[in-house]
Nanobody, 123 residues
């Protein structure tokens, strides 16, 4: 089973910024779309953002205007730029991949997953 690798999570104060990244196997592992998800203790996994191979994006209402998903194809990396962070953004953040290019935020639609990176936002 192929897994992705997230990094860049940290502890930050309210209003701060973070930019976690997701590393893929590279040219030997091609996908049609990527997604970012988060899960807080005792809660279900929530879709945050998605990006397909054509550069189209979709965001959850809770992060619109604050988060931006992007990719560096040369480095085989996908980023999640997070600005104006709030305590309610605190969660384990996961990246995922699927074979179709449709922009969805349903975790059940994704086939390959990373192990997560922790983001903690304090008041």
């Amino acid at each position: 089973q192929v897994q992705l690798v997230e990094s860049g999570g940290d502890s930050v104060q309210s209003g701060g910024s973070l930019r976690p990244s997701c590393a893929t196997p590279g040219s030997t592992f091609s996908t049609s779309s990527m997604g970012w998800f988060r899960q807080a203790p005792g809660k279900g996994r929530e879709g945050v953002a998605s990006l397909n191979r054509y550069g189209d994006t979709k965001y959850a209402d809770s992060v619109k205007g604050r988060f931006t998903v992007s990719q560096d194809r040369a480095k085989n990396l996908v980023y999640l730029q997070m600005n104006s962070l709030k305590p309610e953004d605190t969660a384990m953040y996961y990246c995922a991949a699927k074979a179709t290019s449709s922009l969805v935020l349903d975790p059940a639609a994704f086939n390959y997953w990373g192990q997560g990176t922790q983001v903690t936002v304090s008041s």
